[in-house]
């Protein structure tokens, strides 16, 4: 606080960076840690090979990049999200899987791990088969993704909703405080990774964004969006 006294303009926003970003991966280092006593627990206790272990997160977190902290808008830094998941005799050691999945079939994973009924109405499916490597031929195919807290709270982000497959993403931001209140945005993921220029304009991708545009219409009909987070 002492030396923040001192600086002003770009210097006094270097500092902040600094002493956020430091804050930031302290707190990540701390879980670290945590995870790691609770391993040696388990394997000094002999419970490391009847264990399940999951291990998940709140979304991703920007570090500069975009010019941005924190999180919530739904480029790639902060709309992955980690899980790892260890599972003896069941899970390779290693192996990485690419399906889609949300935080949404969590809920369904762990009652079906636990031999307990999924409720019909629960958002979200079981990643069970998934993660014995038997994906099912229906697996969902493209994920949904929506921000509408703007105004309220203290981040600033424009309310928006996506469509994301593995290499594509549609972008609406909406609402009176976005000029013509609805922008899109469309990233090719394999040719602009860093999602750096929208290709919404690009007559090249017409007819995969129209394609987009009509499965976030079915995306929000299915998780039963309201029409007021929208607007």
């Not at 600094?18 to 991966?25: A, E, I, V």
């Not at 609770?38 to 979304?59: R, W």
Request: with cysteine; net charge negative; charged share 30%.
């Amino acid at each position: 606080a002492f030396i923040a006294a001192k600086l002003e303009g770009e210097d006094l926003v270097k500092w902040k960076y600094q002493r956020y970003m430091k804050d930031y991966l302290r707190s990540i280092y701390a879980v670290d840690e945590g995870v790691g006593k609770v391993l040696d627990y388990l394997k000094e206790n002999g419970l490391e090979e009847n264990t399940i272990i999951m291990y998940s997160s709140d979304q991703g977190f920007y570090l500069g990049e975009h010019g941005w902290f924190d999180k919530r808008f739904m480029y790639e830094e902060s709309f992955r999200t980690p899980l790892v998941v260890k599972w003896p005799k069941n899970i390779k050691a290693g192996s990485v899987n690419t399906d889609l999945c949300q935080n949404i079939d969590f809920a369904s994973t762990f009652l079906e791990l636990a031999k307990a009924e999924i409720p019909a109405d629960l958002q979200g499916r079981s990643l069970v088969p998934v993660l014995k490597g038997e994906t099912p031929t229906d697996w969902r195919k493209s994920l949904y993704y929506t921000y509408y807290e703007y105004p309220h709270g203290s981040h600033s982000v424009r309310k928006h909703e996506g469509v994301a497959t593995k290499r594509y993403k549609l972008i609406r931001f909406y609402g009176k405080d976005v000029p013509n209140e609805e922008e899109w945005e469309f990233y090719d993921l394999e040719k602009d990774p860093n999602e750096m220029h929208s290709s919404f304009d690009n007559v090249e991708y017409k007819s995969k964004i129209a394609e987009l545009k009509e499965e976030l219409v079915r995306l929000r009909q299915e998780y039963k969006v309201p029409e007021g987070f929208l607007k």
